[in-house]
């Protein structure tokens, strides 16, 4: 009995600073936007505010809004396909192919955005998809006389410019599940009779599905709130849910609406692991 209240006690001693930490930096301000949300206005500088549920029935009663959260959904699903499809394999190779120093080296070219700014990132993406910039240059170079060519201000420049800032977390989660599959697995499955493509999908994918799904909720929850890549590459096209967000916190000034729309959006991300819950159910064991 003394041992465990005793191990009780040093659990408790050593995730009290992390739980304080997360009220404090996380639950406290998440609970001051919901309050916000059901206010008509936004109680500073002196103004009086009411309880109201007018910018949650505004949501339901406009088509924008629900055209934008589409819009929001389908690039988190894009960016998000890219991420893998390019992700995944890459990951298969550092973890099953490539030793040494070139491991190294190209571990330091995946986590090199992640030591650079994002909007320094974003802007650079400017320089080279803009009409003359390094793409265009390149295709004049390999085509002489072909047509000038500008992906900027597009939906492909806004998933290209999100694909570069996300894609490290679905290299690295994969890269540690796939890291930790022993090869006598596979060569189990080889000896057996399987072919390389049957070993992958019935050992090595099912093994490694707890950090694609890692991966994958990395990516998709923080993509479908972007707003500085959706703003700066994508211009007109590039009005999503988390730029109008942004703008009535920063331009509208209405703070209750940009919090009664944040709220939405995690009601519809929290709804959407609902229903995959099924399926992530017993695949993150082990992560």
Avoid at 141 to 163: D, H, K, N, R, W
Avoid at 177 to 205: M, P
Avoid at 269 to 286: D, E, N, Q, Y
Wanted: with cysteine; hydrophobic share 55%; glycine share 8%.
């Amino acid at each position: 009995m003394m041992q465990e209240a005793r191990r009780r006690a040093t659990i408790g001693f050593l995730t009290a600073p992390a739980y304080v930490w997360l009220t404090v930096t996380v639950l406290l301000p998440l609970s001051a936007m919901l309050f916000f949300s059901f206010l008509t206005v936004a109680p500073i500088n002196g103004r009086v505010a009411q309880l109201t549920t007018e910018h949650y029935l505004t949501f339901l009663d406009k088509d924008f809004y629900r055209t934008l959260t589409w819009r929001s959904l389908r690039l988190g699903i894009d960016v998000t396909l890219v991420c893998v499809l390019v992700g995944y394999p890459a990951a298969m190779a550092l973890a099953k192919y490539v030793h040494g120093r070139w491991r190294e080296a190209i571990f330091l070219l995946i986590i090199l955005p992640f030591w650079s700014n994002g909007l320094v990132r974003v802007y650079s993406w400017t320089m080279v998809l803009r009409e003359g910039g390094f793409l265009d240059w390149v295709l004049h170079e390999i085509v002489p006389g072909a047509p000038a060519v500008s992906v900027l201000f597009t939906y492909p420049a806004i998933v290209i410019g999100l694909v570069h800032s996300y894609l490290p977390y679905v290299v690295l989660t994969c890269y540690v599940s796939l890291e930790a599959i022993d090869d006598s697995l596979t060569e189990a499955a080889r000896s057996l009779g399987a072919s390389a493509l049957q070993a992958f999908l019935r050992v090595i994918l099912p093994l490694s599905l707890p950090g694609l799904l890692v991966g994958v909720i990395l990516t998709f929850v923080p993509v479908i709130g972007s707003f500085m890549e959706p703003r700066i590459l994508g211009g007109r096209s590039g009005i999503m849910l988390g730029t109008v967000i942004e703008d009535q916190f920063t331009t509208v000034f209405n703070w209750p609406r940009g919090a009664a729309l944040s709220f939405i959006m995690l009601g519809i991300v929290l709804l959407i692991f609902a229903a995959s819950a099924p399926l992530l159910r017993g695949r993150l064991k082990g992560f």
